[in-house]
Structure formats: C-alpha cells, structure tokens
C-alpha cells in the first residue's frame, strides 16, 4: 500500500529539524523543501518562512536572504509563495544573529 504525504506531514518534519538543535537541522528543513518540489506538492509561504526561520534561528542570513529572494522571484507565478511579514522579520532575525560586518547595511 502506498503512503501519501501531505504538504502537513511535510511542514510538520521541516519544522522538527528547523527547531531542533541539530547544527544540520536548516539545511535537511530545506532539503525537505525541495523533495516537496520534486514531489509536486504545491509550496507556499509556510513552506518557506519554516526553512528561513530555521536558518534565521542559526544565525545563517545568506541563506535565509537566498530563500526570501526565492520567494520575492517566484511570487508572482505563484503568489501563495508571496513572502510574509514573518517572511521578512526572520531574515532580520538571522541578520542581527550574524557575524557579518555588513548585517546591519542590508
């Protein structure tokens, strides 16, 4: 029998290793991202505010800036994709946790 996964399921795992302590936790957040991709499940701004946050919560701003600017580019196709309040308050999140010199100027 085979078992279907719903974008819930998904959300639901993406946010245990997002939250998690797990130094690897943002990156395999994503890595369920993109299986939902592949898989052909319909992403939407929950999919991605998770795996921003994930990488905001490790202080990661480069690859939480990447994903928001993922979103801004892909909204207009998709504008259930379209990046929210949270979609922006987490990449400030992760810039005031980096160590970049540059944090405060982006």
């Given amino acids: 029998k085979h078992l279907s996964i719903s974008e819930i399921t998904f959300h639901v795992m993406m946010n245990v ?11 395999r957040a994503e890595a369920l991202l993109r299986s939902m991709q592949s898989d052909g499940l319909s992403l939407n701004a929950t999919s991605y505010n998770i795996c921003i946050d994930a990488y905001a919560r490790r202080g990661d701003s480069k690859k939480a800036k990447s994903l928001l ?17 949270h ?15 540059d944090s405060v100027d982006q």
Avoid: Q, W
């Fill in 17 to 27: 290793y997002g939250k998690s302590r797990n130094v690897d936790g943002a990156t």
């Fill in 87 to 101: 979609s922006f308050a987490a990449v400030v999140n992760a810039l005031a946790k980096s160590e970049a010199e």
């Fill in 69 to 85: 600017d993922e979103m801004i580019a892909i909204s207009e196709v998709h504008t259930e994709c379209r990046p929210t309040i």
